[in-house]
């Protein structure tokens, strides 16, 4: 049977839940974007009390395959209010935050209210200040420009903007009529998005799995112990995750990367094998790659202490960190790579 996948479904998802503000610790609205989509095509989410979701597709006695993607992305966290009124802020995650320089952005506070503003250099003029051009781009040279009348702290403060205050900037998504999906936060709405398309490949073919299978949509990967904690009955891990591009490395923006080692160590030998005999038996595009900064929720869950094996694969990103872009072509060859795997 040929493997036909609903691309504009998948797109679709990427667009509602790219769109929520989420870097980690403040995923809760993402994570019922998520479960909103999930009981849609009539599958239950359950919540861990991490905030973590847990999507049981089949269950199974004998044995249980997760699949993982995060839905946390880097950001931003006031760290105080400057006597201007302006913002300094602390990285959540490791965003490149030269990249930032110029980049609109949410902040909330803890009672609900949005503001806008924007994140710039502490010399953000060429006119003005002469080191405009050369100044650091760093958490100790930049700052949020509230879009509000303030003048000084009290100012701010009035507003009801404290330290500790989430700051999420703007994706910007875009997906171009040849295919790219360029955005930031791809790592990893885009592959978290290859497994609601996934979910809806299952249900669509009504496809028999002969093990159990879950999904699983982690909260905090980006700073390191996103799946630490898993369900017992999982047997193996396959974190999707972004695929790296760059240096040395095979991958390209149309493959499906496999991982056989990141900077946490080798991913399971016969889980990395499988995955690249299925890929070389039915002509999916793929690459093999050694990750050199990276590791995934199959990292933390192995750290957690769980007895698993585990894998780790994902679409071809560019610029991670920064102004990802990948190509459709890499999504449904992960989706391909998937759905052998399950149904072999």
């Known amino acids: 049977m040929a493997m036909i996948f609903d691309k504009e479904y998948i797109l679709d998802c990427l667009k509602e839940i790219i769109s929520v503000d989420s870097p980690s610790g403040f995923t809760a609205n993402v994570m019922k974007k998520l479960a909103n989509i999930v009981e849609k095509l009539g599958y239950k989410a359950i919540y861990t009390e991490k ?23 880097l950001g931003l966290m006031v760290r105080s209010i400057k006597a201007d009124g302006s913002l300094a802020f602390t990285k959540i995650g490791g965003p490149m935050l030269p990249t930032l320089d110029g980049e609109y ?34 958490e ?26 989430f700051i999420c900037y703007d994706p910007k998504l875009q997906i171009t009529e ?17 497994l609601l398309g996934l979910l809806k490949y299952i249900k669509d073919n009504n496809i028999k799995l002969k093990y159990g299978l879950k999904l699983l949509f982690s909260s905090y990967e980006e700073v390191g112990h996103g799946m630490s904690y898993i369900p017992e009955d999982i047997t193996e ?9 760059g240096l040395d490395l095979n991958c390209t923006e ?11 160590g080798p991913y399971d ?53 920064g102004m990802e872009r990948s190509h459709y072509e890499a999504v449904e060859n992960t989706l391909k790579l998937l759905a052998l795997y399950l149904e072999n």
């Not at 060429?126 to 760093?138: E, M, T, W």
């Not at 149309?254 to 946490?264: E, L, P, Q, R």
């Not at 933390?300 to 780790?312: D, S, V, Y």
């Open 140 to 165: 100790n040279n930049m700052h949020v420009r509230l879009d509000e009348k303030v003048k000084c702290k009290k100012d701010t403060l009035a507003l009801g903007i404290e330290t500790g205050d």
């Open 178 to 194: 040849s295919g790219f999906i360029k955005s930031r936060f791809l790592d990893d709405k885009l592959s978290a998005s290859i």
């Open 237 to 245: 891990l396959i974190a999707v995750d972004m695929g790296c591009i």
């Open 254 to 264: 149309y493959d499906v990367s496999i991982c056989a080692k990141d900077s946490s």
């Open 51 to 73: 905030g973590n979701l847990i999507v049981e597709v089949f269950a199974s006695n004998e044995r249980t395959i997760g699949l993982a993607a995060h839905v946390d992305t």
């Open 269 to 321: 030998y016969d889980i990395t094998t499988k995955l690249i005999n299925l890929s070389k038996e039915n002509n999916i595009q793929y690459a093999v790659d050694i990750y050199p900064m990276y590791q995934s929720d199959v990292s933390a869950a192995l750290k957690g202490g769980n007895n698993i094996k585990g894998g780790l694969i994902g679409p071809g990103v560019g610029a991670s960190h």
């Open 105 to 138: 952005c949410n902040v909330h506070t803890r009672s609900g209210k949005v503001y806008t503003g924007t994140i710039l250099s502490n010399s953000p003029a060429a006119h003005v200040f002469p080191d405009a051009l050369i100044l650091p781009r760093d």
